[in-house]
């Protein structure tokens, strides 16, 4: 089944402590994105890739990383959470040639203390 | 500059109204526009899309390049449409998705 998978779904942390949200596909696609989703703000594109070793600044990208070592996997990292970080996370991709669809995952609720 | 409104964050329509969510575009060639629904605590998938012309879930949105509007259209709401609706678009320049910031659709009994 194809699919964009995230983990953890849920995650409560301090602030500081380091964290890693991962994100996966299965359909090969090239363009692989992260967003944030906080009431009123709507989604808000925190880093972007569009090839494996290709990553670039979203709308957000303050307070995070990405890598995309693999085509499969796009994490996201959180060197030093703050509170305000606390949201909704997606993880998406789709392919790259084309106009097409972009595939959700199911979201990581993380709360930031 | 590329951008996605939808000019209202919340919608309430009674069961059986027509439904119209409000969708305008800027982009300087020829966009693909989508809507995207998202179900409470799911995760947002794709309603339709202008190319493929579809009518799903009794939604349709026709692409106005003149008034620069992608607004999606159902003639009888159900409680079942109630939902967060985001106006998408993607270029022909570049890869990215701009979304708009959604609209809550809330279906009155």
């Known amino acids: 089944e194809a699919q964009v998978t995230q983990n953890p779904r849920y995650l409560i942390t301090v602030t500081g402590k380091k964290l890693t949200v991962t994100c996966s596909q299965n359909m090969n696609h090239e363009y692989m994105s992260w967003y944030r989703q906080d009431p009123g703000l709507g989604l808000r594109q925190i880093y972007y890739?569009?090839?494996?070793?290709?990553?670039d600044k979203g709308d957000v990208p303050e307070g995070y990383k990405v890598s995309r070592k693999e085509k499969r996997n796009f994490p996201l990292i959180l060197e030093s959470p703050s509170p305000n970080q606390t949201s909704l996370y997606f993880c998406?991709?789709?392919?790259?040639?084309?106009?097409?669809?972009?595939?959700f995952g199911p979201g990581t609720r993380l709360t930031v203390t | 500059a590329q951008r996605v409104t939808q000019p209202e964050k919340l919608l309430s329509v009674f069961k059986g109204a027509p439904v119209e969510l409000k969708c305008n575009y800027s982009y300087s060639g020829s966009p693909e526009l989508f809507w995207y629904v998202q179900y409470s605590r799911q995760r947002l998938q794709l309603l339709l899309r202008h190319i493929s012309r579809e009518s799903i879930k009794g939604f349709t949105a026709d692409l106005n390049k003149g008034e620069t509007s992608f607004h999606l259209k159902k003639p009888f709401a159900q409680e079942e449409d109630s939902a967060m609706y985001y106006c998408?678009?993607?270029?022909?320049?570049?890869?990215?998705?701009?979304f708009g910031k959604g609209t809550r659709l809330h279906i009155l009994p």
């Open positions: 998408a678009l993607s270029g022909n320049r570049d890869d990215k998705i701009i």
């Open positions: 890739s569009m090839n494996v070793e290709v990553t």
């Open positions: 998406a991709s789709r392919p790259r040639t084309g106009f097409g669809e972009q595939y």
